[in-house]
């Protein structure tokens, strides 16, 4: 079922009538009023949009913006400029593997998440911050109140297509993250956001990827490997991941950075990182310098079920968070 915010209809019906809110939100109780209860206070933000000619969702076909995507909706068609691209993630569990790719797109109107699937993802690999996208075919989930457009076998990408512009993408670019403190942070928070000192730190993780795709590889056992989109690969990639714990007084998490997050966590270069692959001691010195740092990261809250423990993967990370500012978003 395609579902909008109160919020949002109450906004179309303001933008209709030039009614205020308070105004609008008055003829909905009292239309939940005249129903008697029968009707919730969804229902009735409908009802009195239906009755003032405002048109609340699109159903004749064509690219949506930004601010129309609604969850539930299937078939959506949509352009947008590329803001900011995450690690390809691939996954083995349950009897299923795969692979996915977020992007996040933008329009005047707004930004999203774009999801691509499996094969997909592969035909992202070449995208850059910049690109403008055209997806069709895609479907819109909820994602703990945020809309996201998933893109399975029968969705269609093109990139940067001829005849289409966007010079203005709306001011909001940047995903909204939730400060919390360690110890309130749940199984479900996607869009998080923690502050604390780093007060244990393990050496990075390095493993090999495909040059292409950067996927994960296999051993073959040969001296080569083999990736599952461009096969047999002689000469792999490296990629990394870097662990700590953070602690912020109320309590302590193991926080993981991969390849991006853990060289801007460390500010130092994919060379300077492989050099530690040859050298594990030369980290050590490395780790003592980051014991005690105040760190602010954002990211989401995964299930380690090997350990049975919550552990927070870093999306964006700032090693040099202003004291100042922080103070006052604590104080605010």
């Keep these: ?5 109160i919020e949002d209809v109450v906004q ?12 609008i939100n008055s003829e909905i109780k009292n239309k939940m009023d005249q129903l008697s209860g029968f009707v919730s206070n969804d229902g009735a933000a409908y009802i009195i949009a239906h ?28 352009a947008g400029k590329v803001l900011r691209i995450y690690n390809l993630v691939t996954f083995n569990k349950e009897n299923r593997s795969g692979k996915v790719q977020n992007v996040i797109v933008g329009d005047e109107t707004g930004v999203i998440r774009i ?8 035909t992202i690999q070449n995208v850059k911050e910049g690109d403008i996208i055209e997806v069709s075919n895609g479907y819109v989930r909820d994602n703990q109140g945020r809309k996201e457009i998933h893109l399975g076998d ?3 990408v093109k990139i940067n297509p001829e005849g289409i512009t ?13 400060r919390k403190k360690i110890k309130e942070l749940g199984e479900n928070d996607y869009n998080a956001e923690i502050l604390g000192t780093i007060v244990q730190v393990f050496n990075p993780r390095f493993y090999e990827v495909c040059p292409e795709c950067g996927t994960r590889i296999r051993n073959r056992g040969d001296d080569k490997f083999e990736c599952d989109t461009h096969g047999v690969i002689e000469k792999p990639d490296y990629s990394y991941v870097l662990s700590v714990f953070l602690d912020d007084g109320s309590e302590n998490i193991r926080c993981v950075f991969f390849r991006d997050q853990a060289e801007k966590l460390l500010s130092k270069s994919k060379e300077e990182m492989l050099k530690y692959s040859d050298s594990p001691a030369a980290f050590e010195e490395v780790k003592t310098e980051m014991l005690g740092t105040i760190i602010k ?8 079920k090997m350990f049975d423990r919550l552990e927070f993967v870093a999306r964006g990370v700032d090693n040099k968070p202003n004291p100042e500012q922080e103070l006052k978003n604590i104080q605010s």
């Design 12 to 23: 179309k019906i303001v933008e209709k009538t030039g009614k205020t809110k308070e105004e």
């Design 1 to 5: 079922m395609i579902s909008m915010p």
């Design 166 to 178: 966007i010079d203005n993408v709306k001011e909001d670019v940047k995903p909204q993250f939730l």
């Design 51 to 78: 009755q003032h000619g405002v048109k609340l969702f699109q159903t004749d076909g064509g690219k949506l913006k930004v601010k129309n995507v609604l969850a539930g909706m299937r078939s959506v068609e949509i």
């Design 154 to 156: 029968r969705s269609e």
């Design 297 to 304: 990261i954002n990211g989401k809250v995964n299930k380690n």
């Design 115 to 122: 999801v691509f699937w499996n094969d997909q993802a592969d």
